[in-house]
């Protein structure tokens, strides 16, 4: 089979590569569609980012076929191995999350998403930039129909919002600002405003995800004409926002009018509020934990990964529910499809300079 392999830094190649077999308790899948993540897209550039020295080792090891990247995917089960009841050949799946050891004490008392000993898709063990690839069936779910493998593809970052949403504790009637309308935050708005949020804010200083925002119902705030923490306490009667959401990550640069997002979301929640951390952020911040304690605020840092909802349902199923009932259009962000894994060089380009290159959301790569 075909597959992208990785032998250096900034440099790749298309090879022809043994097609695995699904070992006990695994699936081989007929990928159809990749979303690229802007940490593999950094890696690639040789960034210090999250899994660096995982990467590293993996190219500096010398394999000839050094197998990198593309945990984001959709696909459809082709063949099962011993042991699987749970899936079925023609299911399509995707995965929300990484695979978890089983056997620690988080994972043998429910709480798998903090266990330490997770293996990552596309880092510890080939991912699927390929025409197949070979998984466990714990970190997959399948995709709803009616949900499009584009959708598909682009679940799992929204499984991530739906925790990050959960655990704000929204209340009925409650009045969210989120700063930045990447895809990230455009979904945690949404999701708010299915969560009961009465009015939802968002900021950005780029047209178009405040266009898009707008159109689906949440007031875009346009940082470079209007201060988003005067805007926001003039339509709460001068209180602040319930939730603030900090949804830049990365430099605290963009997306905001060269204010920090995250001191904006402190100064915009009310007393009692609560500013929620989805962003990851590079660096350290500046932030006055006086000003925190005397509006008795709660800075919330979600739990990351797949949590349990409730019986039958968790994060990553939520999600895939969420898109098939069009609460949250995530297609909305796909906006670069790109035909063939040759065209990996130049997704990595449009994922990493999407201004350049007038994209929403990450470039998706379209397997035959
Ligand atoms: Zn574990």
């Known amino acids: 089979m075909d597959a992208v392999v990785i032998n250096e830094f900034e440099s790749f190649d298309v090879a022809n590569v043994p097609r695995p077999e699904p070992s006990a308790g695994e699936v081989l899948i007929d990928v159809s569609r990749v979303?690229?993540?802007?940490?593999?897209c950094l890696l690639y550039r040789g960034e210090s980012v999250a899994h660096y020295d995982t990467v590293k080792r993996q190219i500096r090891e010398g394999n000839p076929y050094t197998r990198l990247f593309g945990h984001e995917f959709c696909g459809t089960v082709t063949e099962c191995g011993p042991e699987v009841d749970s899936y079925q050949v023609g299911d399509r799946v995707y995965a929300p999350g990484k695979i978890h050891c089983g056997a620690c004490p988080y994972c043998r008392s429910g709480h798998e998403n903090y266990c330490p000993n997770t293996e990552a898709i596309g880092y510890d063990r080939p991912g699927t930039l390929a025409e197949y690839a070979r998984l466990p069936v714990e970190p997959l779910r399948r995709v709803p129909a009616g949900v499009s493998d584009a959708e598909g593809a682009a679940l799992q970052p929204l499984a991530s919002s739906v925790l990050c949403m959960v655990d704000a504790d929204i209340d009925p009637g409650d009045d969210?600002?989120?700063?930045?309308?990447?895809?990230?935050?455009?979904?945690?708005a949404l999701l708010a405003k299915r969560f009961g949020a009465e009015s939802v804010y968002v900021t950005d200083i780029r047209d178009r995800p405040l266009d898009i925002a707008a159109a689906n119902g949440v007031v875009p705030i346009d940082a470079t004409q209007t201060d988003p923490v005067a805007a926001v306490r003039e339509a709460t009667g001068g209180l602040g926002a319930d939730v603030a959401v900090e949804a830049v990550g990365g430099a605290q640069s963009h997306a905001t009018s060269g204010d920090d997002p995250l001191a904006q979301a402190f100064r915009a929640v009310r007393r009692g509020g609560t500013v929620l951390q989805v962003g990851h952020i590079s660096g350290d911040v500046e932030m006055t934990p006086r000003s925190a304690r005397s509006k008795a605020i709660r800075w919330e840092n979600p739990r990351k990964g797949v949590a349990d909802l409730g019986p039958g349902t968790d994060t990553g199923t939520l999600a895939g529910e969420f898109v098939a009932s069009g609460a949250v259009p995530i297609g909305e962000y796909v906006t670069h499809e790109l035909a063939g894994l040759g065209s990996f060089g130049t997704a990595v380009d449009i994922t990493l300079e999407k201004k350049a290159h007038d994209a929403l959301g990450p470039a998706q790569i379209v397997l035959d």
Request: hydrophobic letters at 55%; proline letters at 0%; glycine letters at 16%.
């Open 35 to 40: 979303q690229l993540s802007v940490t593999e």
């Open 176 to 188: 969210v600002l989120v700063v930045g309308a990447g895809v990230m935050g455009f979904q945690c």
